[in-house]
């Protein structure tokens, strides 16, 4: 583990701090109607927990190609699941850039997430 090594705790501790904040969203956002894909709201809900974080409205063109990337890497098959990955690592891209979390872990605090939203979103026998 170097330095930079974000604790896997941290993330968690992180992601449940955000939760309550993401059901809210989610469902004030229930009532709109909307012709958004899955893929469009995730963006929309990456873009807001990264402009939330960073107080920088307009991401810059390496962001929004991330975010695309991203996006398009997750399982849409939970969508709850997905909308929170992508929300919270919005959240966490948006404390890189104002250097609150550094760079270096961003691809595991990514991770992290995704596994917490897992816990978090997916129900069965196990």
């Not at 927990?49 to 307009?58: F, I, K, L, N, P």
């Not at 605090?109 to 978090?120: P, Q, S, T, V």
């Amino acid at each position: 583990m170097n330095s930079h090594t974000i604790p896997e705790e941290a993330v968690f501790n992180f992601c449940a701090t955000i939760l309550p904040g993401f059901r809210k969203i989610m469902k004030n956002l229930e009532t709109l109607d909307h012709d958004l894909s899955a893929h469009a709201f995730s963006m929309h809900l990456m873009e807001l927990g990264r402009e939330q974080m960073s107080e920088v409205a307009d991401p810059s063109e390496q962001d929004v190609e991330f975010m695309t990337g991203y996006i398009e890497s997750l399982d849409h098959d939970n969508s709850e699941e997905a909308f929170f990955t992508a929300f919270a690592g919005g959240c966490m891209m948006g404390l890189v850039i104002i250097n609150k979390a550094a760079r270096e872990d961003f691809g595991r605090a990514l991770r992290l997430i995704e596994g917490f939203a897992h816990k978090e979103f997916t129900s069965g026998p196990f």
